[in-house]
């Protein structure tokens, strides 16, 4: 499995911008598919954007256009950029990765390794 941990929560202004990073530890080679996750009071944790190691992507329907998933390999580092946040942005963020080795979804139920999460407030 991989250790996974996550930074660059905080608490912002509706409009504002934050970059997330998930460090990644692994003994062996980057899992196939990771992603991010978030997960408000009251919600189930969902799907935000996923990056395949081949570097394609995927995003919410929310988040479209103001989300950005990047990774830098060298750092092991996959990063969250996040635009023009809205107040139901608000959530605590979590890095995964998938087990599989060449499936990637949003769907939480198919990672297997999870970090401890960050927590983006974003006020009106």
């Known amino acids: 499995q991989v250790q996974l941990v996550e930074s660059g929560g905080d608490s912002v202004q509706a409009g504002g911008s934050l970059r997330l990073s998930c460090h990644a530890s692994r003994a062996t080679a980057r899992p196939y598919c990771m992603g991010w996750f978030r997960q408000a009071p009251g919600n189930e944790r969902e799907g935000v954007a996923y990056?395949?190691?081949?570097?394609?992507?995927n995003y919410a329907d929310s988040v479209k256009g103001r989300f950005t998933i990047a990774e830098d390999n060298a750092k092991n580092i996959l990063s969250l950029q996040m635009n023009s946040l809205k107040p139901e942005d608000t959530a605590m963020y979590y890095c995964?990765?998938?087990?599989?080795?060449?499936?990637?979804?949003?769907?939480?139920?198919?990672?297997?390794?999870w970090g401890q999460g960050t927590q983006v407030t974003v006020s009106s």
């Open positions: 995964a990765a998938s087990a599989s080795r060449w499936r990637c979804t949003l769907n939480r139920n198919e990672y297997n390794s």
């Open positions: 990056m395949t190691t081949g570097g394609s992507t």
